[in-house]
């Protein structure tokens, strides 16, 4: 179990690699990540702001609960992780549980490291480009003001799964010449 | 996913140990096992004859849905089983998803192999020796016919969790002397 603090933000991926380059961030990992966000049997996680999450990284797999989000630009929240197996037989289990699919998230992560904050660009599927930093000890300011150094666009407080949920909902044709 | 068939009986340990050393058996492992057998937030899974087990042996864990038993004195049922990192955040997480403890089942398991069919003897705490066949391949009659080669006693039908919860469930003081 680990208290989380992130922020996020719309971002240009060429400018942020220019900037990470410039203050000497190290490139950890790149990733595709497949995130299934689950709807529990009889509780409305969305309404509870609680979230299960399979997350599946090549072979490797992680089951994650997420507790609500405390107040605040950045996104404190309870994490309880464990590595599974396999993904399709914990998915398969998870269904026999009466647990649903709600909303499938599709990632390609750049992750670097920049002193003691983690900092991933992602370019997700159906939304574009982002910059998550992510820290166990830093300060939200410092996060915040690190966001801006690297010339991020707004913040964002929603995660991924709401936003490809509110993309999903929209009427057809919305928003299309 | 897989199906398996069992049968199971209680058992003199001494007397199976000298009988499967007779036929030639393997021993492939000695572990000490915890179980813990979950509640469902909001489904019976007593009634619909379904389990779900978070097993820990040493430093392993494995999560593990059993579907209901099909009819006949062999035990057929659906189970799919992932391996998860750490049992004690697998425990937390379920919790946190609003399933709860039910039962707990400690037991030492001796595992043998003889050919195609692999022999558990397990001594359970609280409940004493039994011997259970499992195999993938081989009919109910043959393991039926091998529990009386080995000289098990009386078949059990009842899962440990079923036996543990029902001996928890006496009234304090009954059958003393």
Same sequence: chains 1, 2.
Avoid: N, W
Wanted: glycine share 8%; charged share 35%; with cysteine.
């Amino acid at each position: 179990m680990a208290e989380e603090v992130e922020v996020k933000a719309r971002a240009d991926p060429e400018r942020i690699r220019r900037k990470l380059a410039e203050l000497g961030a190290e490139l950890v990992s790149v990733e595709e990540q497949e995130d299934v966000y689950f709807a529990h049997p009889c509780k409305d996680l969305f309404a509870s702001d609680e979230a299960l999450r399979l997350r599946a990284v090549g072979g490797k797999a992680e089951l994650t609960y997420k507790g609500p989000r405390k107040p605040g630009s950045a996104k404190s929240r309870l994490e309880v992780t464990v590595l599974v197996s396999d993904a399709a037989a914990a998915e398969a289990l998870l269904e026999l549980l009466g647990f649903k699919e709600a909303v499938r998230v599709r990632k390609r992560r750049e992750l670097y490291k920049l002193g003691d904050v983690e900092v991933a660009l992602d370019t997700v599927e159906g939304l574009g480009a982002f910059v998550e930093l992510e820290s166990k000890g830093a300060p939200e300011e410092r996060l915040a003001e690190l966001l801006k150094l690297l010339g991020a666009g707004e913040l964002v407080r929603e995660t991924y799964a709401e936003l490809v949920a509110k993309a999903a909902s929209l009427p057809a044709g919305s928003g299309s010449a």
